[in-house]
């Protein structure tokens, strides 16, 4: 499992005061108004930073940092990601996992019958898409709905599905 997620990437420089503005990677932008520390990932190293200030502004967010007050300060930031720990990270609901902690577990069927692999999450709007990687290596893609995603299991390594028919056709 992941101990860290990007949650944006900073895309440019905004005002003279030393606000960025930032592509958010996470599908919960509100997670962006309750952020306390965070680090901005460079080539060289993690730099810890505390959110001091946070707007948004079409699909963007703009965030100053307490360590920063002026546009010369934050400038060698273009382009860097933006990642917080596991701990500051929001808190799941019930049947949420990140996606980070899914990818590349085994695929299972209620009958104990491998599918395949996890190899990615589409994230659709309605309901995320589990792309499964079969062991033919072929992919399906599988809604993660009740009728389908049966159980998580993070110890085991081991998500159980239920096809529904006509899935492999």
Do not use: Q, W
Not at 44 to 65: A, H, Y
């Amino acid at each position: 499992m992941e101990d860290i997620f990007r949650i944006g990437v900073i895309t440019t420089t905004h005002g003279l005061k030393g606000e960025v503005k930032v592509f958010p990677t996470t599908d919960d932008l509100n997670r962006f108004k309750s952020l306390k520390k965070c680090f901005i990932r460079t080539a060289k190293e993690d730099i810890p930073v505390e959110k001091n200030t946070c707007k948004f502004f079409k699909n963007m967010v703009i965030l100053s940092f307490k360590e920063f007050k002026d546009i010369n300060e934050v400038e060698r930031f273009r382009n860097c990601d933006i990642y917080v720990t596991r701990e500051d990270a929001v808190p799941l609901d019930e049947d949420e996992y990140y996606i980070s902690d899914v990818i590349g577990m085994n695929v299972v069927l209620e009958d104990g019958a491998e599918l395949g692999v996890l190899d990615d999450v589409m994230l659709t709007g309605a309901n995320d898409v589990f792309v499964i990687k079969l062991k033919d290596g072929k992919e399906l893609l599988m809604p993660v709905i009740k009728e389908c995603v049966l159980d998580v299991n993070y110890e085991e390594n081991k998500v159980t599905a239920r096809l529904m028919k006509g899935m492999l056709d």
